[in-house]
């Protein structure tokens, strides 16, 4: 396994954000994180990427336990992470942003860059471009070639889809596709639920911190329980509940709208 | 919020056209200008500029030496943590009273030189910074600004009640720094090398030195990977640790250079006024050059100096409204911040973080908590 987490629990102060979550990611897949508002996904991969300390469980990376290690030195060990709203810094050129990227590593980046450029073409039109003032889609390929600036052996990427048009949606994950078949192991964090499991090989439904259910992502997108709560599937679901059933008064088993109301009320307070 | 940030930015006075040029001129063209400016900052004590700039009861190189200098060497140092690193230090008249009081308590207790004491002071400034740093660094924006506040009490506090350094009546009889030479300057009657009671100017040459060599040092790490790594922080904190660079690392450094800069300009001012007291390191000092530096243009160093000067000078040479001048000095600063928020001479990087909406103020502890942030704490 090059990456194996093993029953973590993180807290934010005295709230649990994540309650044993267990999941492996081996060489060479797209494995993807589904799950509702505040079920722990953005939790996961910071904790995995070293912005969160861990309070229990352990995480092993490339055979190496790197629980205790600082977030910065987790880059050269090779995982690099395209974070939770992009992240890209504001005031440096298109340029200088992937040239932090590879900020860790000495030497020649030419290669690097080049290939940057060839997977984002629109990035090389806009070398010289403040990164604050690009649309968001072009943040979010700026994103994730600035983590592939550092040549990581898994990219983690935070809903890389978050407010972007339809269609730069599905470039953006052809793109990850590509680069997935290029050699990096993808960890993909998504709420859209129906294009992930379309790119990835195996899925984690997580639920308020728990994982709840792990198999192929194919096997997911034909799961009764998955198209009902993530899928927008309801009706199908519940066979022989009245053709026209509720969506609200029909509870589905999986239950994913109410443990969205909960989360919603716990950030309010 | 957009509209009011596109509004901001639109035909407003801006010296992009005066920076273009800059950067495309060959570099002997730039050495002219810096030599120009030196020789210009030397002749600033002359008697025809005093008339404008001091008034009439004032003696103005005594205001270069004890007010302008001071701040311009105080921004400098302020500029690393706050405009380059990004990190809000309301606490930084700190660093200059420990500056201060090394010298006072070496060279009057233990009968140090002012060369020696000078270094002292640099190290233990530096070590105050990391001191303060080590703990209060992993917090954030308005946090790391209240931390650094109640430290910045604290040394005052402590001087003020400490019976080792007199309380509040100070340390007197500083050594004034040792003549290096008799030589006076054809045609001039000053002898700039020769540190007396009576001229102030040769207090100010030597800050102009310090100042210099401020400039310089600063100017090369923000070349350099450390500057990046400050940039980079400044921007965004948790994309910065994502690339590698070793966050606390590089806002301890920044802290403790910050530091040892305003720990040399406590040095100055102590040997100049032969006394110190704890009066002289009220929170007001930090409050105006932090002040200095946002109005200047944080993160840009001719900036810095420009709005430094502006804020040590103006109440000075305008003592004649003395009892509205903080009045007059908030309204103008309050102006500012809705005409010109990135200040009067802005880095253009720091201009495209303001513009950006969160950048700059965001790490200034402006930063108020979105849907953004609250889907995070439950995440």
């Excluded at chain 1, 860790?104 to 003032?133: C, I, M, N, W």
């Excluded at chain 2, 990004?86 to 060279?107: N, P």
Aim: hydrophobic residues 45%.
């Amino acid at each position: 396994m090059l990456l194996e987490i093993n029953d973590i629990h993180v807290h934010y102060g005295k709230i649990a954000a994540l309650k044993g979550i267990s999941a492996e990611v081996d060489e060479g897949e797209i494995v993807t994180l589904i799950g509702a508002n505040g079920a722990g996904k953005t939790t996961t991969l910071k904790t995995i990427s070293g912005l969160r300390p861990l309070t229990s469980g352990s995480i092993r990376f490339a055979g190496q336990d790197i629980s205790k290690m600082p977030g910065h030195k987790r880059v050269l060990a090779g995982i690099g992470q395209s974070p939770e709203g992009r992240g890209v810094f504001p005031g440096m050129t298109v340029e200088e942003n992937l040239l932090m990227g590879a900020y860790a590593r000495r030497g020649d980046f030419s290669k690097e860059l080049a290939e940057v450029y060839e997977l984002f073409p629109r990035l090389a039109e806009r070398k010289s471009q403040a990164g604050g003032t690009m649309s968001g889609g072009e943040q979010q390929m700026l994103a994730i070639g600035r983590a592939l600036m550092a040549k990581p052996k898994v990219l983690l990427l935070d809903e890389p889809s978050m407010g972007l048009a339809p269609k730069l949606v599905q470039q953006i994950f052809s793109i990850i596709v590509e680069i997935n078949r290029r050699g990096t192991t993808v960890l993909l964090v998504e709420q859209n639920a129906s294009q992930a499991l379309q790119v990835a090989h195996r899925a984690y439904v997580l639920e308020t911190g728990r994982v709840v259910k792990s198999a192929p992502a194919s096997d997911l997108l034909d799961d009764p329980q998955v198209r009902a709560a993530y899928l927008g599937g309801g009706a199908e679901a519940q066979v022989g509940a009245g053709a026209s059933a509720d969506c609200l008064e029909d509870t589905p088993p999986v239950a994913a709208p109410e443990s969205v109301e909960e989360d919603g009320d716990a950030s309010s307070s | 919020m957009t509209g009011v940030a596109s509004k901001r930015t639109r035909s407003r006075f801006s010296v992009d056209p005066v920076r273009d040029r800059w950067e495309s001129a060959p570099p002997w063209a730039r050495w002219v200008v810096y030599l120009l400016l030196v020789v210009g900052a030397l002749l600033l004590p002359a008697q025809g500029i005093g008339n404008i700039m001091a008034p009439p009861e004032s003696d103005w190189p005594t205001m270069l030496s004890d007010q302008i200098g001071i701040y311009v060497l105080l921004g400098l140092g302020l500029n690393v943590v706050v405009g380059m690193a990004g990190l809000l230090d309301l606490g930084y008249v700190a660093f200059y009273a420990v500056g201060g009081y090394t010298i006072a308590i070496f060279a009057t207790k233990y009968h140090w030189s002012f060369w020696e004491t000078l270094v002292l002071a640099i190290v233990t400034a530096s070590l105050a910074g990391v001191l303060l740093g080590a703990p209060t660094l992993r917090l954030r924006g308005d946090y790391l600004a209240i931390v650094t506040l109640g430290f910045g009490e604290i040394v005052r506090v402590t001087a003020n009640n400490l019976n080792y350094v007199n309380g509040p009546r100070g340390i007197q009889g500083i050594p004034h720094p040792p003549t290096l030479s008799e030589w006076t300057v054809p045609g001039l009657d000053v002898q700039p090398f020769k540190y007396g009671l009576l001229d102030s100017r040769p207090y100010y040459y030597l800050l102009v030195f310090f100042i210099v060599v401020a400039i310089v040092f600063v100017k090369r790490l923000e070349r350099s990977r450390v500057g990046r790594a400050w940039a980079s922080i400044r921007e965004d904190e948790d994309a910065a640790e994502l690339m590698g660079v070793p966050t606390f690392k590089f806002k301890l450094a920044a802290f403790a250079i910050g530091a040892a800069i305003g720990g040399s300009g406590g040095v100055v001012f102590a040997a100049k006024q032969t006394s110190i007291n704890p009066g002289s390191f009220t929170f007001m000092v930090s409050a105006l050059v932090l002040a200095g530096v946002v109005l200047g243009g944080s993160g840009n160093i001719p900036g810095v100096i420009v709005g430094a000067f502006l804020l040590a000078w103006l109440p000075e040479r305008f003592r004649g409204l003395s009892d509205y001048r903080m009045l007059i000095f908030g309204v103008a600063l309050v102006a500012m911040m809705i005409f010109r928020p990135e200040g009067l001479w802005p880095s253009r990087q720091r201009k495209a973080e303001l513009a950006e909406g969160s950048g700059g103020m965001g790490s200034m502890g402006a930063e108020v908590a979105g849907p953004g942030t609250a889907a995070e704490v439950t995440e």
